[in-house]
């Protein structure tokens, strides 16, 4: 799947899923603004695409402000000569139950994930029309039949995949495709859940068919390479797992 002559945006390109999706872009042609809030991750992730002999752009952004979002978005445009792909997949984890969660910790999950998500989109808009694709990181979480500890985050969620249909239907006419991925992949994050609920893990990964968490490049990344091609061109509005099969999306 080709993405030559495209240029793409991935929020919290850092490490991890957005790492992953940064180099898996790059790796199909595209051009990558590489956007997380520590530079210095974000130069690393750059520095393995050039590397490998793509072109990329560290941008220090923190998704939670709406003039480091504009400023970012400037940036890549002033860089590349327009913009084709969007990846919103930076995000702070509002996890606990309920009466855990606080006010401060939902309301970063709300400003990191929905608010940035629709901030980016709108900024991105007028770039992306004609020839655009969007791809909103959302999450199996609010797919789980006992959310204990997982509301206020599948909350955030949620609102990211309402957001990414409404996209979709308003926008289509315009030449801009938006969808969300639902992944499960081995990121510093995911890690970070085992070790700390090693009992859960354990059993969560027996109820994955194909018996293993996805790999951030090959499994997440490669499969958002394909979504933003032309081999997805009828593709829109959908929330799709890249689960090995682990939830039921509806």
């Not at 979480?141 to 239907?169: H, N, Q, V």
């Not at 091609?229 to 009828?234: G, K, P, R, V």
Request: net charge negative; glycine share 12%.
């Amino acid at each position: 799947m080709s993405l030559q002559g495209k240029s793409a945006i991935v929020t919290g390109a850092g490490q991890g899923v957005g790492q992953g999706i940064a180099l898996a872009l790059a790796a199909a042609g595209a051009q990558v603004a590489v956007a997380g809030r520590t530079l210095a991750k974000v130069e690393a992730t750059c520095r393995q695409i050039e590397a490998r002999g793509g072109r990329a752009l560290a941008l220090e952004c923190d998704v939670k402000s709406a003039s480091s979002l504009e400023r970012s978005v400037t940036a890549a445009v002033a860089a590349f000569g327009g913009l084709n792909i969007l990846v919103n997949n930076a995000q702070e984890v509002p996890l606990g139950t309920l009466l855990q969660v606080s006010d401060e910790s939902f309301q970063a999950g709300l400003e990191s994930g929905p608010l940035a998500v629709m901030r980016m989109m709108k900024l991105c808009y007028p770039h992306l029309k004609g020839d655009g694709c969007i791809v909103n990181l959302a999450s199996s979480s609010a797919r789980r039949w006992d959310m204990t500890g997982y509301g206020a985050y599948a909350a955030t969620k949620e609102a990211i995949r309402a957001l990414t249909r409404a996209a979709a239907c308003e926008w289509g006419r315009d030449g801009i495709r938006t969808n969300a991925i639902l992944p499960l992949a081995s990121s510093p994050g995911m890690a970070w859940w085992m070790e700390h609920n090693a009992a859960e893990a354990a059993q969560f990964l027996d109820t994955i068919p194909l018996g293993r968490v996805g790999d951030c490049e090959r499994d997440i990344g490669d499969f958002v390479v394909q979504l933003c091609s032309d081999a997805c061109s009828y593709i829109n509005g959908q929330s799709i797992g890249v689960d090995g099969g682990q939830a039921l999306i509806a």
